[in-house]
């Protein structure tokens, strides 16, 4: 059955599944969702035993159905190859009698790439089926892990370009380092004086610039958006809560039809609202926890009811979990208050306004898939702590969010139904916080000693993503004012008017 794809703020309009890609945002400045949920046509026996790029085709067949299986197959072999360094490309791991599902085996060790390596194939397949013969340029904005697996994922992509601007003294060394060091004729990284609002903001500006889009057009090129409220990349995020569930099943762990948990630490609600729409596909999660930081937003929320960002932003030691906006909340937010466009777009325009707003009862009451906790700085530490005494293995700060809300959830409840945990970064990717919260000693060694030292007491060989940029020569080493990024822009695409 054909899934069609409208705004959040507008049930009107439909598109296809290659045209929401394509565009990124709806007009209107709603995110594009299914008009259904797909169920699963396999069982989970039937899945159980399949690769990660066979179970990532009949969930996304499902989803994204005006594509071909050609073409859709030919974007899963071309995404999920030997950019990841296993096979199984999301490996379980189980510490602590509960499963730990690493989802950051790609080319920049955390788990955007899982979505990432695959959007931008998906994105020019929709750009030829629609007709498109533009080139694709992809502008970004970062604060860090979105920039470099969106320059991974697009490096080298033929009929694509992509532009990423960073605030200068706003990333971490490391993460730094990853993008200046980016190979790739068709890949720009830009460093602007100014923090990641700047860039944001000045990103967004470029989009909306009509006199732009206008020579853009004229010389053959057109802007998308590698954002994660992008349906490509929720959809191939669906797939690993699948996998995860057949891999238990196969190897016996779980019988057939018995309900897991799943635990997601979460900034923008995008990983974990793929694990909902996995439960809707008809995969048997009970609970979906909802992990946060000291920007504990979305636990408040789910208290009270009420989303309320008017608080001080925290800077924690799990910064891709540094969040007020939780954009893709509004794709739940939607559903729950009954797919009605116009409620949600009211929420939405409160949430602008007043930086707040306040659910029904009725629509509480279908949060109760939901639980939610948070994580103290001090929490997160005495967990990466505590789990590499109890058993060697060494999470990175996300994932110890997760695990320790994991804990609470349990000490709560008293629920013992078998648990999935998303590990979304590799702990190389956050080596100090790690290392320190396992001995504050480390504090002393440079960042490289401290990861040749993480490799030695957890046992894991240092990952090529990390290994490449100890010698790789610094490839871009441009800055600019905020006024000038239409100016840098232009000049990257030879755009002379
Ligand atoms: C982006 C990110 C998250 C948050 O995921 P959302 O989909 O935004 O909720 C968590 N951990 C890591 C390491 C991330 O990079």
Known sequence: MEVLYSSTRNGEKKVTASQAILQGLSEDGGLFVPDHIPALECSMKELAGKTYQEIAYQVMKLFLTDFTEEELKNCIDRAYDSKFDTEVIAPLVEAEGTYYLELFHGATIAFK?????????LMITSAKKNHVDNEIVILTATSGDTGKAALAGFAGVEGTKIIVFYPKNG???????????????NTFVVGIHGNFDDAQTGVKQLFNDRELAQQMADAGLQFSSANSINIGRLVPQVVY???????????GKIADGEPINVVVPTGNFGNILAAYYAKNMGVPINRLICASNENKVLYDFFVSGKYDRNREFMLTSSPSMDILISSNLERLIYRIAGNDAGKNAEFMAALSRDGSYQITEEMKEKLDDFYGNYASEEETAQRIKSMYENTGYVLDTHTAVA?????????????QTKTVIASTASPFKFTRSVMNAIDPKYNEMSDFELVDELSKIANVEVPGAIEEIRTAPV???NVCDKAEMKAVVKRFLGIHA
């Open 171 to 185: 990333v971490s060394p490391i993460q730094e380092k990853q993008m200046v060091t980016q190979k790739g004729d």
């Open 475 to 477: 490839l871009h080493d």
């Open 241 to 251: 809560y699948v996998y995860a569930y057949a891999k238990l099943l196969d190897e």
């Open 113 to 121: 790439d899982m979505a990432l390596s695959i959007l931008p194939h």
């Open 403 to 415: 695990s320790a809300v994991y804990q609470k959830y349990t000490a709560d409840t008293g629920d």
